[in-house]
């Protein structure tokens, strides 16, 4: 589904990342781990547009992809959940999820009945302005408006950070349907570790922006993979 080879971001003079290869495919959870600082972050805004790659190719569907921005790489069918979520804190929940439209031809501007079905909450809450819901609730808007754009590849950046354990279990749970359904390809940055590692099926781990280690999870133990972090 997509692949990048080579791919080298700058941050003004400070290189970022070096020569990332990576390979996503659809109905596989690809994780991308590692301490703080390492790039995982610049990786995903280099595939989702918000940063430009200074090097390196990105080929979705077998196509290679130019250097675009955020909107045209989400019109080939990335979508982000970033960090923070950045829900629109003054809209609704419904307008918030109504942005996913966007994309969509008017024919499609509705949000589906599955939507509601996984995130329960938002249906309830439709009304309540995005700022009002806990950081749990945001994280379920986030990830609900990413779905409204059909993505074939989702790019999810720690959707645990800060939130209560029962909406991890929850967001496990959506994570592991999308898997299921098998046309979407799913990028885990995450650093709490059961929930990539029961999670995913293929690991990369970063350090210092260059790729250590890349392993599908069969006959990955969970002592390898930490082993592979505190190096």
Same mark, same amino acid.
């Given at each position: 589904?997509?692949?990048?080879?080579?791919?080298?971001?700058?941050?003004?003079?400070?290189?970022?990342?070096?020569?990332?290869?990576? *390979?996503?495919?659809?109905?596989?959870?690809?994780?991308?781990?590692?301490?703080?600082?390492?790039?995982?972050?610049?990786?995903?805004?280099?595939?989702?547009?918000?940063?430009?790659?200074?090097?390196?190719?990105?080929?979705?569907?077998?196509?290679?992809?130019?250097?675009?921005?955020? $909107? $045209?790489?989400?019109?080939?069918?990335?979508?982000?959940?970033?960090?923070?979520?950045?829900?629109?804190?003054?809209?609704?929940?419904?307008?918030?999820?109504?942005?996913?439209?966007?994309?969509?031809?008017?024919?499609?501007?509705?949000?589906?009945?599955?939507?509601?079905?996984?995130?329960?909450?938002?249906?309830?809450?439709?009304?309540?302005?995005?700022?009002?819901?806990?950081?749990?609730?945001?994280?379920?808007?986030?990830?609900?408006?990413?779905?409204?754009?059909?993505?074939?590849?989702?790019?999810?950046?720690?959707?645990? *950070?800060?939130? $209560?354990?029962?909406?991890?279990? $929850?967001?496990?749970?959506?994570?592991?349907?999308?898997?299921?359904?098998?046309?979407?390809?799913?990028?885990?940055? *995450?650093?709490?570790?059961?929930?990539?590692?029961?999670?995913?099926?293929?690991?990369?781990?970063?350090?210092?922006?260059?790729?250590?280690?890349?392993?599908?999870?069969?006959?990955?133990?969970?002592?390898?993979?930490?082993?592979?972090?505190?190096?």
């Amino acid at each position: 589904m997509l692949t990048t080879q080579g791919l080298t971001l700058h941050y003004g003079g400070s290189q970022i990342l070096h020569g990332i290869d990576i *390979e996503a495919r659809a109905g596989v959870v690809t994780c991308v781990m590692g301490t703080n600082g390492v790039g995982k972050t610049s990786l995903l805004k280099a595939l989702a547009g918000t940063h430009p790659r200074t090097a390196g190719s990105v080929t979705l569907d077998g196509e290679s992809l130019p250097i675009l921005p955020a $909107q $045209q790489m989400a019109r080939r069918g990335l979508a982000v959940v970033p960090q923070g979520r950045m829900i629109f804190p003054l809209l609704t929940v419904k307008e918030n999820l109504e942005t996913g439209f966007a994309l969509l031809p008017r024919s499609e501007h509705k949000v589906p009945d599955e939507i509601y079905d996984l995130f329960p909450v938002l249906k309830e809450m439709g009304h309540r302005r995005g700022g009002d819901l806990s950081g749990g609730q945001q994280q379920q808007l986030a990830i609900a408006r990413a779905m409204i754009m059909r993505p074939k590849v989702l790019l999810l950046d720690e959707p645990t *950070e800060g939130i $209560q354990p029962n909406i991890i279990q $929850q967001i496990g749970r959506v994570i592991q349907y999308l898997k299921a359904k098998g046309n979407m390809a799913i990028i885990l940055v *995450e650093q709490y570790f059961d929930f990539a590692y029961d999670l995913g099926d293929h690991f990369y781990v970063l350090k210092r922006g260059e790729v250590t280690l890349t392993h599908p999870k069969e006959g990955l133990t969970r002592q390898a993979l930490q082993g592979a972090l505190s190096i």
